[in-house]
């Protein structure tokens, strides 16, 4: 009764939230500021490797504005202290806190970025995830009004891909859980999410569990049984019932969610990572289709799509392949036939990316998973941050995690001074 009532608090705020308020294009609708100029940090949450270094995961900031004397250099670090595959991050709706976890465990770190946004602090570890849910690998944190909905990508109990989604509050209390949906065509699978206020709905993709994930990559593709346990599917939840509703059949485990930033749009788009593919969720009439629209590169080369990122107009779309070491761009002016315009070879071996609102700088980072990264000199692990022009990326920096001995660069947020701000009175 209790969640029903929050649930029910809540929905005033969802229903009247304006997609367009998204933050640096690819963040949750419901955070409050945004980074509209120049963005003073980019903060790299970081693999631990053992030997190098502390050996520890770690958030790791750079300065990333030109105009600093320190501009492309590590101007703080801080450690956990665990290694357990460092992976996704994500702000609170206020921007004051960053959540961040790790694959191979439940614990979670919520770092202060407010009170000074170029020394980010830990403040607290949220332990209890596995304990509330029976869930294991907590993946996406996103932000919803004074809380945060958790998207893990494993369980408990036989670590495979069955999985769910946890509720807290932004002071770390367990509020509910929701499981992947495995009937009308779930396979119980998650990976991301993302939501459309306007619409009330939530979308969910799918990718494994981690007993494939925390495998080497050649053991892995080698076994048969094990590729046939990735996700195939797509669900569209009514948000504020946190209820799933119709399920896709999306082929290729679906990751990203990336809804247009248009106002005028209603339509949110996908990369399937083994298949190579575009898919594009939208409503036609009262129903919500999926629809594949598009391939990148040559799926018979496995170009491994890893990470999406649209331009806030909703025109664009950059898209990062693992194996091939490139970075694409589409052009989005019609969603329904993406047109590849530009694309280059940024690294041996790429990850995510992330753009400045204006869309006039973009960040790459390397590693994957420890697992699934490459070897020897294609083992590169970086932040480069580049120019756009909208013709060229230029490269303006590089950070080289191996030789600074932090470890392996995952995920990126973006930080700034004009952000800064004291600490909420008791």
């Not at 065509?185 to 569990?209: C, E, H, I, Q």
């Given at each position: 009764m209790r969640h029903t009532t929050?649930?029910?608090?809540?929905?005033?705020?969802?229903?009247?939230?304006?997609?367009?308020?998204?933050?640096?294009?690819?963040?949750?609708?419901y955070i409050a500021k945004l980074i509209k100029g120049q963005e003073d940090y980019v903060y790299v949450w970081t693999l631990g490797v053992e030997g190098i270094g502390d050996g520890s995961?770690?958030?790791?900031?750079?300065?990333?504005?030109?105009?600093?004397?320190?501009?492309?250099?590590?101007?703080?670090?801080?450690?956990?202290?665990?290694?357990?595959?460092?992976?996704?991050?994500?702000?609170?709706?206020?921007?004051?806190?960053?959540?961040?976890?790790?694959?191979?465990?439940?614990?979670?770190?919520?770092?202060?970025?407010?009170?000074?946004?170029?020394?980010?602090?830990?403040?607290?570890?949220?332990?209890?995830?596995?304990?509330?849910?029976?869930?294991?690998g907590p993946h996406t944190y996103y932000a919803m009004p004074g809380r945060m909905l958790v998207q893990a990508l494993s369980n408990t109990q036989d670590k495979g891909g069955r999985t769910g989604m946890a509720l807290y509050n932004n002071k770390g209390k367990f509020i509910a859980s929701y499981a992947m949906p495995t009937e009308n065509?779930?396979?119980?699978?998650?990976?991301?999410?993302?939501?459309?206020?306007?619409?009330?709905?939530?979308?969910?993709?799918?990718?494994?569990?981690y007993a494939n994930y925390m495998r080497p990559i050649g053991e892995l593709m080698k076994d048969g049984e094990a590729m046939k346990k990735f996700g195939a599917t797509m669900a569209v939840w009514d948000l504020k019932a946190m209820k799933a509703g119709k399920v896709f059949s999306v082929p290729g485990a679906p990751l990203e969610i990336r809804w247009s930033l248009n106002p005028k749009d209603d339509w949110a788009i996908t990369a399937a990572a083994l298949t190579s593919k575009l898919w594009l969720i939208k409503q036609e009439g009262k129903e919500w289709v999926a629809k594949e629209v598009g391939t990148i590169g040559d799926p018979s080369k496995i170009p491994l799509p890893v990470d999406i990122s649209i331009t806030r107009d909703g025109k664009g779309l950059w898209v990062?392949?693992?194996?091939?070491?490139?970075?694409?761009?589409?052009?989005?002016?019609?969603?329904?036939?993406?047109?590849?315009?530009?694309?280059?070879?940024?690294?041996?071996?790429?990850?995510?990316?992330?753009?400045?609102?204006?869309?006039?700088?973009?960040?790459?980072?390397?590693?994957?998973?420890?697992?699934?990264?490459?070897?020897?000199?294609?083992?590169?692990?970086?932040?480069?941050?580049?120019?756009?022009?909208?013709?060229?990326?230029?490269?303006?920096?590089?950070?080289?995690?191996?030789?600074q001995k932090l470890g392996r660069a995952h995920h990126m947020k973006l930080g700034s001074n004009a952000l800064r701000t004291a600490a909420p009175k008791k």
């Open positions: 929050l649930i029910a608090l809540l929905t005033l705020v969802i229903a009247t939230s304006p997609l367009a308020n998204a933050d640096e294009t690819c963040n949750s609708p995961d770690k958030l790791v900031t750079v300065d990333v504005n030109p105009k600093s004397k320190r501009y492309g250099k590590v101007i703080h670090s801080v450690p956990t202290g665990s290694r357990v595959e460092a992976h996704h991050m994500g702000f609170t709706d206020d921007r004051r806190h960053l959540w961040a976890g790790g694959l191979a465990d439940n614990r979670i770190w919520v770092f202060d970025i407010a009170t000074d946004p170029a020394k980010p602090r830990i403040v607290q570890t949220i332990s209890d995830l596995g304990e509330k849910s029976g869930w294991l065509g779930g396979d119980g699978y998650g990976y991301d999410l993302a939501v459309n206020p306007r619409k009330n709905v939530l979308l969910t993709s799918s990718f494994t569990g990062n392949t693992f194996m091939d070491g490139k970075t694409r761009y589409f052009d989005l002016s019609n969603p329904e036939a993406p047109k590849q315009t530009y694309e280059k070879a940024t690294g041996k071996q790429v990850n995510m990316i992330s753009q400045s609102w204006d869309g006039k700088r973009v960040y790459i980072t390397s590693s994957l998973l420890a697992n699934w990264d490459k070897g020897g000199a294609d083992n590169e692990q970086f932040l480069r941050g580049f120019a756009w022009d909208g013709k060229e990326l230029s490269h303006r920096f590089e950070v080289d995690f191996t030789k």
